[in-house]
């Protein structure tokens, strides 16, 4: 809530809705952010204040925020793609929808994300989604494709665990941890 209070104070939200009017931008909004793309987020509870707050009226969706905390990790599959994700939730809100909106990102209990028929505005409660290449892939390409640019449709698999390796290395390499480990007293 005061992120979205934020962002409205700034003109953010005119701008965001300027854009996208104009067919400039995509929306995406993850967790907090999906439920900002809705109509409203009310707080019966009292947990961030018990003010609520009009959303930015770019999906048809109440959020009602809740004591009890969804924390858990989730498998789902994405809808507009049919690819598999993967990731975790955390929140205190549960989004309605309130109108026409396309399910985009499904568990195997309940829609958790939501689009509009363009799929140019997006949102889900999925955090961790673009972590799988295959999904990631498939997003970017929508995006290019969107820019009038062509598909790339190879697939980087990205290990991270290599990576760090690598990096770790280089630090070690160029880093005088001797130095380090002495001005932190170890």
Not at 111 to 118: C, E, T
Request: some cysteine; charged content about 25%; glycine content about 10%.
């Amino acid at each position: 809530v005061s992120d979205l209070r934020f962002l409205m104070d700034q003109g953010l939200d005119s701008a965001i809705k300027d854009s996208l009017a104009k067919g400039k931008t995509r929306v995406l909004g993850i967790c907090g952010g999906y439920q900002m793309l809705g109509s409203q987020i009310l707080d019966p509870h009292h947990i961030e204040g018990g003010a609520g707050i009009r959303g930015l009226g770019l999906l048809p969706l109440n959020t009602s925020l809740h004591p009890d905390k969804t924390l858990r990790q989730s498998t789902a599959l994405d809808l507009m793609w049919q690819s598999s994700l993967r990731g975790y939730e955390i929140r205190h809100g549960r989004t309605e929808l309130m109108g026409h909106a396309k399910p985009w990102v499904r568990t195997e209990k309940e829609v958790i994300g939501h689009m509009d028929q363009q799929g140019r505005i997006m949102g889900s409660y999925l955090h961790g989604l673009f972590d799988l290449d295959v999904f990631r892939r498939r997003f970017l390409d929508h995006l290019r494709q969107a820019k009038g640019l062509q598909a790339l449709a190879t697939v980087t698999v990205f290990d991270l665990e290599p990576a760090l390796d690598r990096l770790a290395e280089a630090v070690r390499n160029s880093v005088d941890m001797d130095f380090v480990h002495k001005s932190l007293g170890l």
